[in-house]
C-alpha cells in the first residue's frame, strides 16, 4: 500500500495483550460495516467507488472549465468542500494564482460558501474582475444557509457580468438526485449537474461527484485518485486486526482513548497537508463527537506549531497521543547552497536536502514527544502524489468508520449540528422559528 503504518514507538505505551484483547471488538465492528448492518447503514455507499461512465463525464465536464475558465469557484461549506480543498492544496501548485499567466496550466480555484465573512466575500469578487469565471455550487440537501447564500452573491455577480444566459453555461450544480432548493432551483435554469448519492454522507463524498468534480477542474487525475483509493480498498479489506493497518489504526485509537486520552494530534510536517488535516478534523470530530463521547481532533503543522504548541505538546497536559503524517521525498527537491563565507554557520548542512533536513526534524521530534509521554503513532507516504493521497482518504475512511463503531456511536450521523442551524434560523427570522426566536432574543438580552 502507498500508506503505511508504523506502530513501533507505541510498545512502551500499549502493551500485547490490550491489542489481543480488542480482536473480538474489531471482528465485530468489521462485521457490522461489511453486512451493512450497524447504525447508519443507509451511508455506506463510500466503500465503493464510482464507476467509468460517471467519471467520463466528470472529466468532458471538467475538461471544458479547464479550457475556458481563468477562475473556477468551488462554493459548498463542510463535506461539500474540505475533501476537494485538502487534495487540490495538496497537489496543485501552492502559488498557482501569483504564476506567470504562460505558467499557468488551468484555473484558479477559490473557495466560498464556507463562512458567512464579508471581506472575505467581497474581495473574491473584487479578484474576479475581467477573468473568466466558472462556478460548482454543492450542497447535498440543497439548502445549507452559507453556500446558498454565498452561491446567490456570486450568480447575482455572473448574470450581471455575462448575462442571463451565459450565466446558466458556467454553472454546475451538485446536489441531490431529486429534491431540495438547489436542484429546483439547477432544474429551472438549467444547468448541468452532478448528483451527490443518497448514500453517502458529506464527509464521506470526497470520492464522488461532489469532490470528484472540482478536483477534475483543478488538473488532479481522478482516475488516479480513484485508484490509490481502489488499492486502499483491497488492501484494509481483511477482518483480522493483525493484517488490516486501518484496522490497527482504529484499534490504536481506541486503546487511546480507553486509558483516558481526550485529544489526537494529526501533525503534518508538509504545510501542503493543512487543508487535509481540515478534512480529516471533519471525518472524525463529526463521525465520532457524540453521544457525550469521542477524542477530540486537533492538527499542527509542523516544524511550524513545534515553535508555537510545540511547548503544550511536549510539557503541558498529558491528555494527547499523535498521528503524525509524514511524506518521505517531495517531489520537487531542494538542496542548502554552498555560501562562500560560512557566515550563518550551516556550512554542514550544504547539499543536504530540504526533506532530509525535514526527516530529522520528524524524527528528532517524535522521539521527544515520546520522551514526555505522548504516544506516536506514524503514517508515512513515501510521496505525496494522487495516488497516495487515494489511498489515504480510502484509508482515513475505513478506519473511521471501524473506530465509530467500536466506540459505540453511528459513524455517519451529525446530530449535533442542527443546534446552530436552528437558533440561526430563528435569530434571522425565517418563517416557522417563531417561538424560538423570541426565546432567544429574551436570554441574549438577559
Ligand atoms: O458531513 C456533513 O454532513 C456536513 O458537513 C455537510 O457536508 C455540510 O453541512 C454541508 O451540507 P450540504 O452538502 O447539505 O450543504
New binding site residues.
Given amino acids: 500500500s502507498p500508506v503505511s503504518l508504523n506502530l513501533n514507538y507505541v510498545a512502551l505505551f500499549v502493551a500485547d495483550h490490550e491489542w489481543e484483547q480488542l480482536h473480538p471488538a474489531v471482528s465485530h465492528a468489521h462485521h457490522l460495516l461489511h453486512a451493512g448492518t450497524g447504525k447508519g447503514a443507509g451511508l455506506l455507499g463510500w466503500m465503493d467507488l464510482p464507476d467509468k461512465e460517471e467519471i467520463s463525464r466528470i472529466e468532458k465536464s471538467a475538461a471544458r472549465i479547464r479550457k475556458d475558465a481563468d477562475v473556477f469557484i468551488v462554493i459548498?461549506?463542510?463535506?461539500?468542500?474540505?475533501g476537494a480543498k485538502a487534495v487540490i492544496s495538496g497537489l496543485c501548485h501552492a502559488f498557482h494564482s501569483s504564476l506567470h499567466p504562460q505558467k499557468k496550466n488551468g484555473p484558479d480555484v477559490f473557495f466560498l460558501g464556507e463562512h458567512f465573512g464579508s471581506d472575505y466575500t467581497n474581495e473574491l469578487l473584487e479578484a474576479l474582475e475581467g477573468k473568466s469565471v466558472y462556478v460548482n455550487v454543492?450542497?447535498?440537501?440543497?439548502?445549507?444557509t452559507?453556500?446558498?447564500i454565498a452561491f446567490r452573491i456570486v450568480k447575482t455577480w455572473m448574470e450581471h457580468t455575462y448575462g442571463e444566459e451565459e450565466a446558466k453555461k458556467r454553472i454546475i450544480a451538485t446536489?441531490d438526485r431529486e429534491k431540495?432548493a438547489l436542484k429546483t432551483m439547477a432544474n429551472a435554469e438549467g444547468y448541468e449537474t452532478f448528483v451527490?448519492p443518497d448514500d453517502v454522507?458529506?464527509?464521506?463524498?470526497v470520492l464522488t461527484p461532489?469532490g470528484l468534480f472540482p478536483i477534475a477542474a483543478a488538473g488532479i487525475s481522478i482516475r488516479d485518485l480513484i485508484a490509490g483509493a481502489e488499492e486502499a480498498r483491497r488492501d484494509y479489506t481483511d477482518e483480522r486486526l493483525s493484517h488490516n493497518q486501518a484496522y490497527q489504526y482504529a484499534a490504536f485509537r481506541n486503546l487511546m482513548y480507553q486509558k483516558g486520552k481526550q485529544i489526537e494530534l494529526l501533525s503534518t510536517y508538509e504545510p501542503k497537508l493543512t487543508d487535509f488535516s481540515e478534512w480529516w478534523k471533519?471525518l472524525y470530530g463529526?463521525s465520532e463527537g457524540k453521544d457525550g463521547k469521542g477524542l477530540f481532533p486537533a492538527s499542527a503543522v509542523f516544524t511550524t506549531d513545534l515553535h508555537s504548541m510545540g511547548q503544550y505538546i511536549q510539557d503541558g497536559r498529558r491528555h494527547l497521543f499523535e498521528t503524525v503524517l509524514f511524506v518521505r521525498k517531495s517531489r520537487n527537491e531542494i538542496q542548502i547552497p554552498q555560501s562562500a563565507s560560512d557566515e550563518d554557520g550551516l556550512d554542514f548542512l550544504a547539499g543536504e536536502r530540504l526533506d532530509a533536513i525535514n526527516q530529522k526534524a520528524f524524527q528528532a521530534t517524535m522521539l521527544a514527544h515520546t520522551d514526555g509521554a505522548v504516544p506516536n503513532v506514524f503514517l508515512e507516504m513515501n510521496e505525496l502524489n494522487v495516488f497516495s493521497l487515494g489511498a489515504l482518504i480510502y484509508f482515513f475512511e475505513k478506519a473511521c468508520a471501524l473506530s465509530g463503531y467500536l466506540l459505540g456511536v453511528n459513524p455517519f450521523d451529525?446530530p449535533g449540528?442542527e443546534s446552530y442551524k436552528q437558533n440561526m434560523y430563528a435569530l434571522l427570522g425565517k418563517s416557522g422559528h417563531e417561538q424560538r426566536r423570541t426565546e432567544l432574543e429574551e436570554r441574549l438580552n438577559e
Fill in positions: 459548498g461549506i463542510g463535506g461539500s468542500s474540505l454543492i450542497s447535498k440537501s440543497g439548502t445549507t452559507e453556500p446558498a446536489t431540495g451527490v454522507g458529506g464527509r464521506y463524498s461532489v471533519q463529526e451529525q449540528v
